[in-house]
């Protein structure tokens, strides 16, 4: 099939988050099962300075409506493997920045322009390579104008682009909400702004436009597809979301084993196996004098890798802070975003830098070797549409600590409550259910065979991206 994507992440040209992983590796699977797959994305700054674009190619210049101006750019082309060719939708103007969406605390005031460009290029390179695609696929937000941008462009010339259009949401939490003066710039005709169409309560939201208007709507994890479609997890896109209850679907996204295996991984300093532990022993040791840690310490290391986002269970985090401060414990946290948690957490760092540290910054290297060297990883979510780091605990033998939400739900089992199949520790979204999971898991950690079991469970689990590969095969050939 000829497949196309569009998203504003992907792995390794630009990353903020789980999205950047999940678009990327479902992409090189479709590649490697022989489709015909081309990617879209902005053309940050990043990802034109990356060593894999230095060969990219000016495929089309671009000439985009937007409201009564006419903006210039072009899209640039570059081939990372067989079958995917990875195209970059450039104007400086909007993308040559150092982040994606904002700076720091606020987001750029021209977001609303800048992906509503971005979504209107990819149509007009579509247009002009001719491509006739099986399935064009938007990610969330700042794709979600495709799907509507794209039928609308075959109205107006007369052509074919998509036989099908898929949307995915990957978090509902962020969905692109601007001024209602925005609708001038899409150019849609003018019965789309209004409460069937992209009006959301006096704005224009843009991942509505993307939940009704695409052919196929899918979620990350099956367990988020049925929450949204509730109050509490809709955030306000509960009705929306209902009104294509049989056109969504969720798909659990995978891990991409050519980066996240610790039998493989370079990052590290030492690799491992279920069959030989010794390696995670190593990368302990490393972990513990990255952190300026003492050399010998024995307890539990608890390690958390996250944006710092409300969502991410920070608060229920900083409500237990007694139990790291006062137990045989030591925490690692790596994470960037909101400044207050930053700030909070290093004050947890000043009063005991002896046991917990805190690394405020992006950083791939890091990430994995937490991942590696902790005994635990802690991810109390308020909410995750589907998580990667939960999955990536489990193949490196770190047992997650997670709430009861969404993709976490599907992806571990508490090993107290299934002793026999087990790979984690599970507790309400509270600080009383993350309290109890940390107990519990120093109880775990204080019986060694039933930990080594634990661990040797969740490095045993299958999460490649086969299985999800597959789900999204089947759904692209489905007839609409
Ligand atoms: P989300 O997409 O909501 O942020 P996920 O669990 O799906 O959550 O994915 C997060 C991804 O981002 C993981 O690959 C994680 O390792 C990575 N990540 C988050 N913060 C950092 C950081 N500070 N440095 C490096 N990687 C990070
Ligand atoms: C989003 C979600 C996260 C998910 C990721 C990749 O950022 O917050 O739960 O794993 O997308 O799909």
Same mark, same amino acid.
Request: charged share 25%; glycine share 10%; hydrophobic share 40%.
């Given at each position: 099939m000829k497949i196309v994507h569009a998203a504003s992440e992907f792995f390794p040209y630009v990353k903020t988050g789980g999205?950047?992983?999940?678009?990327?590796?479902?992409?090189?699977?479709?590649?490697?099962? +022989?489709? #015909?797959?081309?990617?879209?994305?902005?053309g940050y700054r990043a990802a034109l300075e990356h060593k894999d674009a230095a060969k990219a190619e000016r495929t089309a210049r671009l000439k985009i409506e937007m409201g009564d101006q006419f903006l210039s750019g072009d899209v640039r082309m570059f081939s990372p493997r067989k079958n995917l060719k990875v195209h970059l939708v450039c104007r400086e103007e909007f993308f040559d920045r150092r982040n994606p969406y904002g700076n720091g605390e606020r987001d750029y005031e021209d977001n609303a322009d800048r992906f509503i460009f971005f979504c209107k290029g990819v149509v007009e390179a579509l247009r002009l390579s001719d491509l006739q695609a099986d399935v064009v696929h938007a990610h969330d937000w700042q794709a979600a104008l495709l799907p509507m941008l794209l039928r609308d462009a075959e109205r107006?010339?007369?052509?074919?682009?998509?036989?099908?259009?898929?949307?995915?949401?990957?978090?509902?939490?962020?969905?692109? *909400?601007?001024?209602?003066?925005?609708?001038?710039?899409?150019?849609?005709?003018?019965? *789309?702004?209004?409460?069937?169409?992209?009006?959301y309560y006096e704005q224009i939201n843009l991942l509505?436009?993307?939940?009704?208007?695409?052919?196929?709507?899918?979620?990350? !994890?099956?367990?988020?597809?049925?929450?949204?479609?509730?109050?509490?997890?809709?955030?306000?896109?509960?009705?929306?979301v209902q009104t294509r209850e049989h056109d969504i679907m969720g798909l659990l996204n995978g891990v991409d084993l050519s980066v996240w295996n610790p039998a493989t991984d370079a990052l590290l300093p030492a690799r491992y196996s279920a069959a030989n532990l010794a390696g995670k022993q190593l990368c302990r040791a490393e972990?513990?004098?990255?952190?300026?840690?003492?050399? +010998?310490? $024995?307890?539990?290391?608890? +390690?958390?890798?996250?944006?710092?986002?409300?969502?991410?269970?920070?608060?229920?985090?900083?409500a237990n802070?007694?139990?790291?401060?006062?137990?045989?414990?030591?925490?690692?946290?790596?994470?960037?975003? &909101? $400044?207050?948690?930053? &700030? #909070?957490?290093?004050?947890?760092? !000043?009063?005991?830098? #002896?046991?917990?540290?805190?690394?405020?910054?992006?950083? &791939?290297?890091?990430?994995h070797l937490i991942e590696a060297g902790s005994d635990f990883f802690i991810m109390p979510s308020l909410f995750e549409p589907c998580g990667l780091n939960q999955m990536y605990s489990q193949i490196y033998g770190t047992v997650p600590i997670v709430s009861r939400v969404?993709?976490?739900?599907?992806?571990?089992?508490?090993?107290?409550?299934?002793?026999?199949?087990?790979? +984690?520790?599970?507790?309400?979204?509270? $600080?009383?259910?993350?309290?109890?999971?940390? #107990?519990?898991?120093?109880q775990l950690f204080a019986d060694p065979a039933r930990m080594s079991a634990v661990q040797k469970r969740g490095m045993g689990k299958d999460f490649s991206w086969k299985t999800a590969a597959a789900g999204y095969e089947e759904l692209y050939r489905e007839s609409i």
């Open positions: 999205l950047a992983d999940a678009v990327a590796s479902l992409c090189g699977v479709l590649a490697d099962n +022989g489709h #015909e797959v081309s990617v879209f994305l902005p107006r010339y007369d052509v074919t682009l998509a036989v099908k259009t898929v949307f995915t949401i990957h978090n509902i939490a962020y969905q692109g *909400l601007f001024p209602r003066t925005v609708f001038a710039r899409t150019n849609l005709p003018e019965d *789309l702004n209004n409460m069937d169409g992209l009006e509505k436009g993307g939940i009704l208007f695409a052919d196929r709507v899918t979620t990350v !994890s099956p367990r988020y597809a049925q929450e949204i479609q509730t109050p509490e997890f809709g955030n306000g896109l509960d009705g929306v972990l513990l004098k990255r952190c300026n840690f003492a050399p +010998g310490y $024995k307890g539990p290391i608890f +390690g958390m890798v996250c944006r710092f986002a409300e969502q991410k269970g920070l608060d229920l985090l900083l802070q007694d139990f790291f401060m006062l137990g045989d414990c030591r925490l690692v946290v790596l994470g960037s975003g &909101e $400044k207050r948690y930053e &700030e #909070e957490i290093q004050q947890l760092v !000043s009063q005991a830098p #002896e046991k917990i540290s805190l690394s405020a910054r992006l950083d &791939e290297a890091m990430s969404g993709g976490l739900i599907d992806t571990v089992t508490d090993a107290d409550e299934q002793p026999a199949s087990g790979t +984690g520790l599970m507790g309400a979204p509270t $600080k009383e259910g993350l309290r109890n999971a940390l #107990e519990r898991a120093r």
